[in-house]
């Protein structure tokens, strides 16, 4: 019966699952920690900006301006925005700055946005992975810089530290699936997995992952391996 | 041991899925027809209108022109278009009406479109299901309509025939599961099946799910019980 093996062994990774969260409740999921408490943010369209891109667009020496602070400790919402001028010379104005600086400057968008602006294929990247990826013009208050690489549509992705990672079995650059209930249910099914030590747990995605799933309208999120 | 009875028990949807897969490899799939040629379309927000509301939006006794037709017999996409008003006073234009007429108008927005305009909960429902749903200012080349309800999120959902529905061993009403692949790869887990002799097997989802899953940068697809 070689299907039948067959069948077993395509469906272990379901198995596996099922029987860790039965034995965890059995064995006493105390001992090793309760669950962590899964966060799953959306994150609109935004900008992370390099030293001397920011002496360009918003004038030489300039600072981002704190707003509010995202969900990962450091990082926050700037008050400073810019203008981003596609291949279609489209535009979309407002984009919001995230701090802090990085050595590079990176545009994320959702795929709504890339084909309103002409992005017909956007390469779909973890941040800071932007080797090869389309440029964009970015218009700010004190100056234009032009991108020569940079735009992506961030991969989906859940931060984690190393024992919350310890906790589900996975390892840096592990996939996990993410489930959202809801009348619009969806699972995710390519969640990469990204550890920091600094990190908590939490899902980021993008707004047109957020409105398929329709996120605001259900809390039944499960993350697993 | 109730806990291994219930893991298994839990799991029956995806076991009965894989052995329906290879029960037919062994079985001889071509006695009961070949699998069905699974298309997955995105939908673009649009409108269906009533001869009443046509009269007053593009004039008594108009009809809608046909522009091109759509993947099931008899659907089209029309040349005319209106503007839809909502909640916050926002707009949006150029929206599309398929034909042909319907017995009540009806709007469908993803939801990026219905937070742009306002519609912070907008329901998610089969298509002709608009009772107790949102309404809109709709207005065309010769008048204005005030929609009382109509505005609705399409659920996602499978168009298919008697046979097709007889391969999957599904009926009305039932859900499936649509899995796409790729980078972003999805699994929609709450597919409508819609049967209707006339209808051809295929899944309709809006630009939000079909962003989600980047349904542009792959052809794997998958729809199973």
Redesign the interface.
Known sequence: MA??T??VA??RE??ER??RQ??L??LGRDKRGSAPVLTVQASSRHMHVCRADMDVLFGPGTDLTFDRPLFQEGNFASKETVTIVGPRSRLISNLRILGPMRKQSQVEL???DA?MLGY??LP?RLSGDIKGTPGAVIIGPKGVVELKEGVI?A??HAHMNPAEAAYFGVKQGDMMKL?VGG????????VHVRIDPKSRLNVHMD???A????L??TKDVEIFK
Chains 1, 2 share one sequence.
């Open positions: 299907s039948a067959n069948a395509i469906d379901t198995v099922i029987v039965v034995a409740e059995y959702a795929f709504t084909i017909s294929d779909v549509r991969a989906i489930r009348p619009s249910g969806v699972t995710f099914n390519n707004t047109d992952e409105n398929a799933c329709g605001h309208l």
